[in-house]
């Protein structure tokens, strides 16, 4: 181990062709025990080495960040005996000893008024707030300060080590040479260092020293700017333009993927409060030019981005952004991104191979794609998979097992857009026959449902809606909840919850929902617009008998015919009931809630 420190490499002159190391007196140094390396020149190439001031290494922690280097003795001193180079006979020209300098050995302490004045904390303190000197302290500078040419007792003991930190006074007229143990081809040799390479590794600024001035605090981080959030960006002109010049230098294809679909969004909220105008319109088609351009490059050229090509099969197969519908071409794009294992464009790309959109149809290829998204971790192939799988589709053979596993990972993850497999799976629990694929267990079955209908999903709200009806499934009788399915299966327009709301308004619920039959008629009406052929055949029964409307027999006859020929057997019944009493009119009566749930209920 060298000298020089524990486990650092012995000094390169000797190898470099430079000067050799500077001879020293006294017996060889210890195991285990080194000079003095300053952290600075770790980083910078300089190296100030300082023998027989300390034991082991001597670590300038503030000069790594600041680029200034003062030494804080650390450990005993060194052993009797192993001293620099003595001072020339009669000392250094101009340059009288200190005081109470006997040769060479051990120096007096210093005076008291400098064993005090250095304090590690407030130097610290120091560095980073930029305060002044303690109060009621000399001007000796402690460790941490930038100020001029450092006194050369400060730095290291030109005579021998001491105890202390310092060793005495400096000398008048300035600084002296340098002392023993300074190489002229070191950062020694010049005690006035200049800032450390390690500055500019953390890219920070010069720290202030401790003769800089308390009030400048007040000027510091006094430049305010508000904080964007990115998530939530303005949309601006301005905004835009800024984003445009910023993102020219970042070489990252997502954030230009990022900035791309900024644009889009931009194009539809800048200028809403006046779409007609000329110049809205103009500068709105600009942007959707710009980031089409921006969508094009990244999906076609050079590393192509997977995410971009999926968008843009996007636009060619819905006609977004002002694009021709071309299915041919959203398929090869599907494909392009589906090669880079791209999760959704794998499940695109199956289902165009299912329908035969851009492609010709193929459910062996379809399949393929289908198993390599849900592997990808696709949710909606998962569920995909695990129906083909169930009911042996697409030329697949029947694998419940396989199936129910599919299902159960696309259940785990199941969201707005995917609460399919909670459904699925939760039939499979409610079929008492399912051949030991799940456990039979009608309440698991409700929790599934339940789940899927809070995401949104519409068959289990109509199903949570019967359930609760009608007492089924272990679910007791609770028109509250059994109403509020309805109503939200209703709001996103489901016939059959409209119609079953129709029946709620027709009986009423007491302390729930008010008996009203204009509101009947009119949930009713709503239902049959979309052709339901059971709301056609109520919306006739509601005409015929007066039932929120005036009795028209004519309208009533009407919708029984709608009804008909869509194979409604009540309806197709009731006209021939119509047609055999010609002009009569038979005597209808008003369903109640106990004959609501009955299949023989002459409305519903």
Not at 83 to 103: D, E, K, L
Not at 204 to 211: A, H, K, S, Y
Not at 284 to 292: F, K
Not at 539 to 563: N, S
Request: hydrophobic share 30%; glycine share 12%; charged share 20%.
């Amino acid at each position: 181990m060298s000298g020089r420190g524990r486990g650092l490499p012995p000094h390169p002159y000797p190898r470099q062709g430079g000067p050799p190391p500077q001879q020293q007196w006294g017996p060889p140094p210890q195991q285990g025990r080194g000079g003095y390396y300053d952290n600075a020149s770790i980083y910078s190439g300089r190296s100030s080495q300082f023998d027989g001031s300390s034991h082991g290494h001597d670590t300038d922690a503030s000069s790594i960040r600041s680029g200034d280097s003062r030494r804080v003795p650390m450990g005993p001193p060194p052993p009797a005996g192993y001293m620099q180079r003595p001072p020339p006979p009669g000392g250094y020209p101009g340059y009288p000893p200190p005081q109470g300098y006997a040769g060479p050995g051990r120096h007096p302490p210093p005076p008291q008024q400098y064993q005090q004045e250095y304090n590690p904390l407030y130097t610290a303190a120091t560095d980073v707030l930029g305060l002044g000197p303690p109060p009621g302290q000399g001007p000796f500078p402690g460790p941490g300060t930038s100020q001029g040419p450092i006194p050369h007792s400060v730095s290291a003991p030109p005579y021998g080590p001491g105890p202390g930190f310092g060793q005495g006074p400096p000398p008048p007229g300035g600084p002296p040479p340098p002392g023993p143990g300074l190489s002229p081809y070191s950062a020694g040799g010049n005690l006035q260092r200049g800032p450390s390479s390690a500055s500019s590794i953390y890219h920070q600024e010069r720290r202030p020293g401790m003769d800089r001035a308390p009030e400048t605090l007040s000027t510091l981080n006094t430049r305010k700017s508000k904080a964007i959030d990115v998530r939530d960006p303005p949309y601006t002109k301005e905004y835009v333009e800024d984003y445009r010049t910023r993102i020219k230098a970042d070489p990252d294809p997502e954030a230009h993927f990022a900035y791309a679909k900024y644009l889009i969004e931009a194009a539809k909220r800048i200028g809403s409060e006046n779409p007609e105008d000329r110049q809205v319109r103009k500068y709105r088609d600009g942007l959707i030019t710009e980031s089409l351009k921006v969508i094009r490059r990244l999906a076609t050229q050079g590393e192509t981005f997977a995410d971009a090509q999926f968008f843009l099969a996007n636009c060619h197969g819905t006609g977004m952004l002002g694009l021709q519908v071309d299915h041919e071409r959203a398929y090869h794009l599907y494909l392009q991104a589906a090669k880079q294992n791209h999760p959704a464009a794998c499940y695109r790309v199956a289902v165009c191979n299912e329908i035969g959109a851009g492609t010709k149809k193929d459910q062996v290829r379809a399949f393929t794609f289908f198993r390599k998204a849900a592997s990808l971790g696709d949710t909606a192939a998962m569920y995909k998979l695990g129906t083909i799988l169930l009911k042996g589709l697409s030329g697949q053979q029947p694998n419940a097992r396989e199936a129910v596993q599919w299902l159960k990972r696309a259940a785990e993850q199941a969201d707005e857009e995917n609460p399919h497999a909670l459904y699925l799976l939760a039939t499979q629990h409610e079929r008492p026959d399912n051949e030991a694929m799940v456990i039979h267990d009608v309440t698991y079955a409700i929790e599934l449902y339940t789940r899927a209908g809070q995401l949104g999903h519409v068959p289990s709200q109509l199903k949570l809606g019967v359930c609760y009806e009608q007492g089924l499934l272990g679910c007791p009788v609770d028109p509250r909840k059994s109403i509020a399915w309805y109503s939200k299966a209703a709001e996103k327009g489901d016939p059959e919850a409209e119609l079953s709301l129709s029946g709620w308004y027709l009986t009423g619920a007491e302390g729930i929902l008010k008996q009203s039959d204009s509101e009947a008629y009119l949930w009713a009406r709503k239902a049959a617009n979309r052709a339901w052929p059971r709301a056609e055949y109520a919306v006739g029964y509601y005409a015929e008998v007066g039932i929120g409307v005036q009795q028209d027999m004519e309208l009533a006859k009407r919708w029984y015919m709608r009804a008909a020929a869509q194979g409604n057997k009540r309806a197709m019944a009731r006209l021939t009931e119509l047609k055999r009493l010609g002009n009569k009119r038979s005597a209808a009566a008003r369903p109640t809630r106990q004959q609501a749930g009955d299949e023989n209920c002459v409305i519903m």
